[in-house]
Protein backbone atom coordinates (compact mmCIF):
# COMPACT_ATOMS: atom_id res chain seq x y z
CA UNK A 1 0.00 0.00 0.00
CA UNK A 2 2.64 2.56 0.73
CA UNK A 3 4.35 1.28 -2.45
CA UNK A 4 1.48 2.49 -4.15
CA UNK A 5 1.44 5.66 -2.88
CA UNK A 6 4.66 6.42 -3.12
CA UNK A 7 4.27 5.30 -7.01
CA UNK A 8 1.09 7.50 -7.29
CA UNK A 9 3.46 10.67 -5.62
CA UNK A 10 5.92 10.06 -8.60
CA UNK A 11 3.53 10.11 -11.08
CA UNK A 12 1.82 13.14 -10.11
CA UNK A 13 4.77 14.85 -9.95
CA UNK A 14 5.99 13.75 -13.35
CA UNK A 15 2.79 14.99 -14.79
CA UNK A 16 3.06 18.26 -12.85
CA UNK A 17 6.78 18.41 -14.79
CA UNK A 18 4.99 18.00 -17.93
CA UNK A 19 2.75 20.37 -17.73
CA UNK A 20 4.72 22.81 -16.70
CA UNK A 21 7.65 22.45 -19.08
CA UNK A 22 5.51 23.85 -22.37
CA UNK A 23 5.15 27.05 -20.57
CA UNK A 24 8.37 27.56 -19.85
CA UNK A 25 9.50 26.84 -23.28
CA UNK A 26 6.63 29.72 -24.79
CA UNK A 27 8.08 31.97 -22.19
CA UNK A 28 11.43 31.14 -23.20
CA UNK A 29 10.53 31.40 -27.40
CA UNK A 30 8.62 34.85 -26.92
CA UNK A 31 11.67 35.86 -24.73
CA UNK A 32 14.43 35.19 -27.34
CA UNK A 33 12.17 36.70 -29.83
CA UNK A 34 11.16 39.91 -28.39
CA UNK A 35 14.78 40.64 -27.85
CA UNK A 36 16.31 39.36 -31.10
CA UNK A 37 13.79 41.74 -32.95
CA UNK A 38 14.74 44.57 -30.77
CA UNK A 39 18.36 43.98 -30.41
CA UNK A 40 18.47 45.69 -33.70
CA UNK A 41 19.69 48.93 -32.58
CA UNK A 42 17.24 50.92 -35.03
CA UNK A 43 14.49 48.78 -33.99
CA UNK A 44 13.73 47.49 -38.13
CA UNK A 45 11.73 44.54 -38.89
CA UNK A 46 13.55 41.88 -40.56
CA UNK A 47 11.97 40.30 -43.71
CA UNK A 48 12.36 37.32 -42.56
CA UNK A 49 9.18 38.56 -39.97
CA UNK A 50 6.91 38.43 -42.46
CA UNK A 51 8.13 35.25 -44.52
CA UNK A 52 4.60 33.57 -44.12
CA UNK A 53 2.54 36.68 -43.63
CA UNK A 54 -0.98 35.99 -44.46
CA UNK A 55 -1.75 39.45 -45.99
CA UNK A 56 -5.80 40.58 -46.78
CA UNK A 57 -6.46 41.99 -49.98
CA UNK A 58 -9.32 43.64 -48.06
CA UNK A 59 -6.44 45.40 -46.22
CA UNK A 60 -5.30 48.43 -47.28
CA UNK A 61 -2.76 49.71 -45.09
CA UNK A 62 0.16 48.08 -42.99
CA UNK A 63 1.64 50.54 -40.39
CA UNK A 64 5.70 49.51 -40.33
CA UNK A 65 8.18 51.09 -37.99
CA UNK A 66 9.76 54.64 -37.44
CA UNK A 67 6.68 55.80 -39.11
CA UNK A 68 6.86 54.33 -42.20
CA UNK A 69 3.51 53.29 -43.50
CA UNK A 70 2.08 50.95 -46.74
CA UNK A 71 -1.29 51.23 -48.59
CA UNK A 72 -2.71 50.02 -51.55
CA UNK A 73 -4.95 51.90 -52.82
CA UNK A 74 -8.30 49.82 -53.61
CA UNK A 75 -10.60 50.48 -57.13
CA UNK A 76 -12.20 53.68 -56.10
CA UNK A 77 -9.62 55.46 -54.53
CA UNK A 78 -7.62 54.84 -57.24
CA UNK A 79 -10.35 56.05 -59.65
CA UNK A 80 -10.16 59.21 -57.35
CA UNK A 81 -7.11 60.11 -58.10
CA UNK A 82 -7.84 60.10 -61.92
CA UNK A 83 -10.94 61.46 -61.62
CA UNK A 84 -8.99 65.21 -59.85
CA UNK A 85 -5.37 64.46 -62.29
CA UNK A 86 -4.85 68.00 -63.59
CA UNK A 87 -2.32 67.32 -65.91
CA UNK A 88 -4.82 65.47 -68.48
CA UNK A 89 -5.56 68.84 -70.05
CA UNK A 90 -2.36 68.70 -71.43
CA UNK A 91 -2.77 65.20 -73.15
CA UNK A 92 -2.77 65.08 -77.08
CA UNK A 93 -5.06 62.96 -79.43
CA UNK A 94 -1.69 61.00 -80.63
CA UNK A 95 -0.30 60.83 -77.30
CA UNK A 96 -3.38 59.35 -76.14
CA UNK A 97 -3.40 56.71 -78.80
CA UNK A 98 -0.02 55.32 -77.30
CA UNK A 99 -0.87 55.39 -73.80
CA UNK A 100 -3.76 53.39 -74.23
CA UNK A 101 -1.69 51.14 -76.91
CA UNK A 102 -4.73 52.48 -79.14
CA UNK A 103 -7.43 51.16 -77.73
CA UNK A 104 -9.04 54.70 -77.63
CA UNK A 105 -8.16 56.62 -80.85
CA UNK A 106 -9.39 60.38 -80.90
CA UNK A 107 -8.42 62.72 -83.78
CA UNK A 108 -6.64 65.87 -83.32
CA UNK A 109 -9.76 67.61 -84.08
CA UNK A 110 -12.04 66.83 -81.56
CA UNK A 111 -12.05 69.15 -78.88
CA UNK A 112 -10.02 69.16 -76.10
CA UNK A 113 -12.62 68.55 -73.22
CA UNK A 114 -13.86 65.60 -75.39
CA UNK A 115 -10.09 64.02 -75.45
CA UNK A 116 -10.09 64.96 -71.66
CA UNK A 117 -13.26 62.61 -71.38
CA UNK A 118 -12.03 60.21 -73.17
CA UNK A 119 -8.65 59.49 -71.44
CA UNK A 120 -10.28 59.69 -68.16
CA UNK A 121 -12.63 57.23 -68.66
CA UNK A 122 -10.00 54.79 -69.84
CA UNK A 123 -7.89 55.15 -66.87
CA UNK A 124 -11.30 54.60 -64.21
CA UNK A 125 -11.97 51.34 -65.98
CA UNK A 126 -7.93 50.15 -65.78
CA UNK A 127 -7.45 50.32 -62.19
CA UNK A 128 -7.44 47.36 -60.25
CA UNK A 129 -7.08 45.84 -56.93
CA UNK A 130 -3.90 43.85 -55.55
CA UNK A 131 -3.96 40.27 -54.99
CA UNK A 132 -2.73 39.01 -51.72
CA UNK A 133 0.95 37.86 -53.86
CA UNK A 134 1.24 40.79 -55.17
CA UNK A 135 1.13 42.61 -51.72
CA UNK A 136 3.05 40.13 -50.39
CA UNK A 137 6.03 41.06 -52.60
CA UNK A 138 5.68 44.49 -52.57
CA UNK A 139 5.54 44.78 -48.77
CA UNK A 140 9.04 43.19 -48.85
CA UNK A 141 10.76 44.80 -51.45
CA UNK A 142 9.55 48.57 -50.02
CA UNK A 143 11.29 46.75 -46.57
CA UNK A 144 14.71 46.76 -48.16
CA UNK A 145 13.91 49.89 -50.33
CA UNK A 146 12.83 52.17 -47.05
CA UNK A 147 16.15 50.59 -44.87
CA UNK A 148 18.73 51.68 -47.58
CA UNK A 149 16.42 55.25 -47.59
CA UNK A 150 16.77 55.24 -43.84
CA UNK A 151 20.51 54.62 -44.25
CA UNK A 152 21.33 57.39 -46.20
CA UNK A 153 18.54 59.83 -45.39
CA UNK A 154 16.74 61.30 -42.06
CA UNK A 155 12.70 61.34 -42.98
CA UNK A 156 10.18 62.00 -40.27
CA UNK A 157 7.68 59.73 -42.31
CA UNK A 158 7.95 57.50 -44.68
CA UNK A 159 4.78 56.97 -46.45
CA UNK A 160 4.16 54.38 -49.91
CA UNK A 161 0.63 54.50 -51.44
CA UNK A 162 0.36 52.53 -54.59
CA UNK A 163 -2.21 52.01 -57.28
CA UNK A 164 -2.37 49.28 -60.09
CA UNK A 165 -3.13 50.10 -63.35
CA UNK A 166 -3.70 47.48 -66.53
CA UNK A 167 -1.39 45.59 -68.44
CA UNK A 168 -0.07 48.01 -71.76
CA UNK A 169 -1.39 50.88 -70.14
CA UNK A 170 1.28 53.92 -70.04
CA UNK A 171 3.73 51.87 -71.99
CA UNK A 172 3.97 49.76 -68.93
CA UNK A 173 5.99 52.59 -67.03
CA UNK A 174 5.64 53.36 -63.35
CA UNK A 175 4.99 56.93 -62.96
CA UNK A 176 3.43 59.16 -60.01
CA UNK A 177 0.82 60.88 -59.49
CA UNK A 178 0.23 63.35 -56.42
CA UNK A 179 1.52 60.92 -53.64
CA UNK A 180 0.98 57.59 -54.99
CA UNK A 181 3.39 55.85 -56.86
CA UNK A 182 1.23 53.88 -60.28
CA UNK A 183 2.59 50.48 -61.19
CA UNK A 184 1.59 49.00 -64.34
CA UNK A 185 0.25 45.26 -64.08
CA UNK A 186 3.54 44.00 -65.78
CA UNK A 187 5.71 45.45 -63.53
CA UNK A 188 3.98 44.05 -60.43
CA UNK A 189 3.91 40.68 -62.20
CA UNK A 190 7.65 40.82 -63.47
CA UNK A 191 8.86 42.02 -59.08
CA UNK A 192 6.72 39.39 -57.98
CA UNK A 193 7.92 36.60 -60.10
CA UNK A 194 11.36 37.45 -59.55
CA UNK A 195 11.22 37.56 -55.84
CA UNK A 196 9.76 34.21 -55.54
CA UNK A 197 12.49 32.87 -57.97
CA UNK A 198 15.23 35.43 -56.16
CA UNK A 199 16.68 37.02 -59.17
CA UNK A 200 18.71 39.82 -57.50
CA UNK A 201 19.57 42.20 -60.21
CA UNK A 202 15.98 42.42 -61.18
CA UNK A 203 15.52 43.25 -57.50
CA UNK A 204 17.55 45.56 -57.44
CA UNK A 205 16.49 47.65 -60.21
CA UNK A 206 12.98 46.93 -58.86
CA UNK A 207 14.59 48.50 -55.67
CA UNK A 208 15.96 51.40 -57.62
CA UNK A 209 12.84 52.14 -58.79
CA UNK A 210 10.84 52.05 -56.28
CA UNK A 211 13.42 55.21 -54.79
CA UNK A 212 13.44 56.92 -57.74
CA UNK A 213 9.58 57.21 -58.15
CA UNK A 214 9.62 58.31 -53.93
CA UNK A 215 11.96 60.97 -54.90
CA UNK A 216 9.72 62.27 -57.43
CA UNK A 217 6.84 62.72 -54.76
CA UNK A 218 9.74 64.24 -52.59
CA UNK A 219 10.20 66.74 -54.83
CA UNK A 220 6.29 67.14 -55.63
CA UNK A 221 6.19 68.34 -52.03
CA UNK A 222 9.26 70.73 -52.06
CA UNK A 223 8.99 71.67 -56.05
CA UNK A 224 9.99 75.35 -55.19
CA UNK A 225 13.20 74.02 -52.91
CA UNK A 226 14.03 72.05 -55.89
CA UNK A 227 13.63 74.29 -58.56
CA UNK A 228 15.80 76.63 -56.21
CA UNK A 229 18.63 73.74 -56.27
CA UNK A 230 18.38 73.32 -60.08
CA UNK A 231 19.39 76.65 -60.76
CA UNK A 232 21.84 77.24 -57.88
CA UNK A 233 24.03 74.44 -58.61
CA UNK A 234 22.91 72.92 -62.07
CA UNK A 235 22.19 76.07 -63.83
CA UNK A 236 19.16 75.52 -65.34
CA UNK A 237 16.80 78.55 -66.23
CA UNK A 238 13.49 78.01 -65.72
CA UNK A 239 11.15 78.75 -68.62
CA UNK A 240 7.37 80.06 -67.98
CA UNK A 241 5.00 80.21 -70.71
CA UNK A 242 7.43 77.97 -72.97
CA UNK A 243 4.99 74.97 -72.77
CA UNK A 244 2.20 77.23 -73.80
CA UNK A 245 4.33 77.99 -77.02
CA UNK A 246 5.48 74.54 -77.69
CA UNK A 247 1.92 73.57 -77.92
CA UNK A 248 1.06 75.98 -80.05
CA UNK A 249 3.62 74.60 -82.24
CA UNK A 250 1.61 71.35 -84.38
CA UNK A 251 4.69 69.15 -85.09
CA UNK A 252 5.51 69.30 -80.90
CA UNK A 253 1.58 69.29 -80.53
CA UNK A 254 2.03 66.14 -82.98
CA UNK A 255 4.72 64.36 -81.05
CA UNK A 256 3.94 65.71 -77.71
CA UNK A 257 4.17 63.00 -74.06
CA UNK A 258 2.96 64.41 -70.85
CA UNK A 259 5.56 62.92 -68.19
CA UNK A 260 3.50 63.22 -64.86
CA UNK A 261 6.90 63.66 -63.06
CA UNK A 262 8.41 66.62 -65.33
CA UNK A 263 6.53 68.21 -67.91
CA UNK A 264 8.17 69.00 -70.94
CA UNK A 265 8.83 72.93 -71.34
CA UNK A 266 9.76 73.67 -67.73
CA UNK A 267 13.03 74.53 -68.15
CA UNK A 268 16.46 75.55 -70.43
CA UNK A 269 19.87 75.21 -70.17
CA UNK A 270 22.81 76.52 -71.99
CA UNK A 271 25.25 74.50 -74.23
CA UNK A 272 27.57 74.62 -76.78
CA UNK A 273 24.37 75.03 -79.56
CA UNK A 274 23.01 77.58 -77.76
CA UNK A 275 19.66 77.44 -75.23
CA UNK A 276 18.24 74.60 -75.73
CA UNK A 277 15.18 72.35 -73.61
CA UNK A 278 15.50 68.62 -73.50
CA UNK A 279 12.01 67.42 -74.18
CA UNK A 280 10.86 63.20 -74.52
CA UNK A 281 8.55 62.90 -77.50
CA UNK A 282 6.90 60.01 -79.21
CA UNK A 283 9.05 59.00 -82.30
CA UNK A 284 7.64 58.65 -86.09
CA UNK A 285 6.27 55.22 -85.31
CA UNK A 286 3.42 57.63 -82.58
CA UNK A 287 4.70 54.94 -80.09
CA UNK A 288 7.78 54.72 -78.97
CA UNK A 289 9.94 57.50 -77.49
CA UNK A 290 12.62 59.84 -78.44
CA UNK A 291 15.13 62.35 -76.53
CA UNK A 292 15.80 65.40 -78.23
CA UNK A 293 17.01 69.25 -77.59
CA UNK A 294 15.10 71.56 -78.86
CA UNK A 295 17.05 75.43 -79.73
CA UNK A 296 15.66 78.44 -78.30
CA UNK A 297 15.95 81.75 -79.35
CA UNK A 298 15.74 83.94 -76.17
CA UNK A 299 13.96 87.37 -76.16
CA UNK A 300 13.40 90.16 -74.48
CA UNK A 301 10.01 89.46 -72.88
CA UNK A 302 9.89 85.69 -73.61
CA UNK A 303 12.03 82.14 -74.73
CA UNK A 304 10.16 81.28 -77.90
CA UNK A 305 11.17 78.08 -80.35
CA UNK A 306 14.12 78.29 -82.71
CA UNK A 307 12.71 77.07 -86.03
CA UNK A 308 13.37 76.69 -89.70
CA UNK A 309 11.30 79.33 -91.49
CA UNK A 310 9.85 76.42 -94.05
CA UNK A 311 7.88 74.98 -91.98
CA UNK A 312 6.52 74.53 -88.26
CA UNK A 313 9.41 72.18 -87.47
CA UNK A 314 11.76 73.24 -84.86
CA UNK A 315 15.35 73.43 -84.62
CA UNK A 316 16.09 70.13 -82.86
CA UNK A 317 19.48 67.92 -81.79
CA UNK A 318 20.16 64.60 -80.62
CA UNK A 319 22.15 64.27 -77.68
CA UNK A 320 24.89 62.70 -79.03
CA UNK A 321 25.09 66.08 -80.91
CA UNK A 322 25.69 68.26 -78.06
CA UNK A 323 27.70 66.14 -75.68
CA UNK A 324 28.57 69.06 -73.06
CA UNK A 325 24.92 68.76 -72.23
CA UNK A 326 25.70 65.11 -72.23
CA UNK A 327 28.30 66.16 -69.49
CA UNK A 328 25.80 68.85 -67.46
CA UNK A 329 23.39 65.85 -66.50
CA UNK A 330 25.98 63.43 -65.50
CA UNK A 331 25.65 61.53 -68.53
CA UNK A 332 22.06 60.30 -67.38
CA UNK A 333 19.76 59.04 -70.61
CA UNK A 334 16.52 59.92 -68.69
CA UNK A 335 17.45 63.88 -68.29
CA UNK A 336 14.36 65.37 -70.37
CA UNK A 337 13.65 67.75 -66.86
CA UNK A 338 15.92 67.83 -63.93
CA UNK A 339 13.17 66.08 -62.04
CA UNK A 340 14.33 62.94 -63.75
CA UNK A 341 18.17 63.71 -63.72
CA UNK A 342 17.68 64.39 -59.37
CA UNK A 343 15.87 60.95 -58.97
CA UNK A 344 18.27 58.92 -61.55
CA UNK A 345 20.85 60.87 -59.85
CA UNK A 346 19.88 60.13 -56.37
CA UNK A 347 18.67 56.93 -56.74
CA UNK A 348 22.07 55.27 -57.58
CA UNK A 349 23.66 57.10 -54.51
CA UNK A 350 20.68 55.58 -52.41
CA UNK A 351 21.22 51.90 -53.91
CA UNK A 352 25.32 52.68 -53.89
CA UNK A 353 25.04 54.07 -50.23
CA UNK A 354 26.82 56.93 -51.40
CA UNK A 355 26.66 60.57 -49.70
CA UNK A 356 26.69 63.38 -52.11
CA UNK A 357 25.36 67.16 -52.19
CA UNK A 358 21.68 66.04 -53.59
CA UNK A 359 21.93 63.71 -50.37
CA UNK A 360 22.68 66.64 -48.04
CA UNK A 361 20.11 69.07 -49.62
CA UNK A 362 17.67 66.13 -49.01
CA UNK A 363 18.54 65.54 -45.55
CA UNK A 364 18.45 69.72 -45.08
CA UNK A 365 14.37 69.36 -46.59
CA UNK A 366 13.28 66.24 -44.80
CA UNK A 367 14.81 66.57 -41.73
Not at 150 to 161: A, N, T, Y
Not at 197 to 225: C, D, G, K, M, S
Not at 357 to 366: D, G, H, V
Request: hydrophobic share 35%; with cysteine; net charge positive.
Amino acid sequence: MLNMSKQSGIFIKNLLILLVIPFILLFIIKYVNYHSINSNKNNFIQLEQFKDMNLNTNVEEFQLPHNISIKFHSIPSSQKLYKNLDLIKYFQANEIKAKTNYKVQPTQARETKYLQNEIQSYYLENVSDFTKTEQNSIFKIIMQVSEKIRKMISFKSLEWKFVKLSLNTDWNYPYTIDDTIVLPTKFIRNITYFYKTNNPPVLEAAENTFIHEWLHIVQRNNQELFNQYYKKYWNYVFCPGLKHNMLKNKWIKRYWITNPDGVNGDWAIETSKGLITPMVLLDNDLHTHRKILIKLSPSKDNIMIDRNSRDEKPIFYTYEQVPDFKEKVFHISQSYHPNEVFANLVAEQIMNQKNSTEIEFLNKLLK
